[in-house]
């Protein structure tokens, strides 16, 4: 069974998962901004309209440029209680499970919702006996918790380190 697909121990009832659709483009780009809202703050001579026109032209691109690498991907959104708090964007390949992106807005964050969710793609990748990847930026405050769970930094790309995770010898 593929993570996010069935029922999880780690999970509360209340998470759930959709495939991400057009009309979820608005969340979505509010998710993004509220990830480089401290970071977009911190150029003091924008005005609010223009750090949003920034956020929204960085989401903008993001997207199209996940959408156009990871055609095979699975985009989901992840619900509490049937809203929207966060995506989990995962590309199965032969060779490996990418970890393109986990996100969630700052009122889902701090429950263990995070860790719950990359514990039980670990459980697959592990099972499937398949390494798991991710870009992470060294800044990145999530950096710490990949580190807890076994991810190492095997290439340094600047101001992202791509970690990656190992299953255990079956």
């Not at 483009?25 to 480089?36: D, H, I, M, Q």
């Not at 959408?67 to 991907?73: G, L, S, T």
């Not at 580190?147 to 791509?162: A, M, P, T």
Request: negative net charge; hydrophobic residues 40%; glycine residues 4%.
């Amino acid at each position: 069974m593929r993570a996010f697909q069935g029922a999880s121990a780690r999970l509360p009832a209340v998470i759930g998962f959709r495939p991400i659709t057009d009309s979820d483009l608005p969340f979505l780009s509010r998710l993004y901004a509220s990830t480089r809202a401290e970071e977009v703050a911190q150029v003091s001579d924008w005005t609010a309209e223009q750090q949003q026109q920034f956020l929204q032209m960085q989401f903008d691109a993001q997207h199209k440029f996940y959408q156009e690498q990871f055609k095979q991907a699975e985009y989901l959104v992840i619900e509490q209680h049937k809203q929207p708090v966060g995506r989990i964007y995962t590309d199965r390949r032969d060779d490996e499970i990418r970890l393109i992106d986990i996100a969630l807005l700052p009122e889902a964050q701090g429950q263990g919702l995070g860790e719950a969710l990359l514990e039980d793609l670990l459980e697959e990748a592990q099972s499937t006996n398949l390494p798991v990847k991710i870009h992470v930026e060294k800044n990145n405050p999530a950096m710490r918790l990949y580190i807890r769970l076994g991810f190492r930094q095997i290439e340094d790309q600047g101001v992202y380190d791509l970690m990656e995770w190992v299953p255990a010898d079956s």
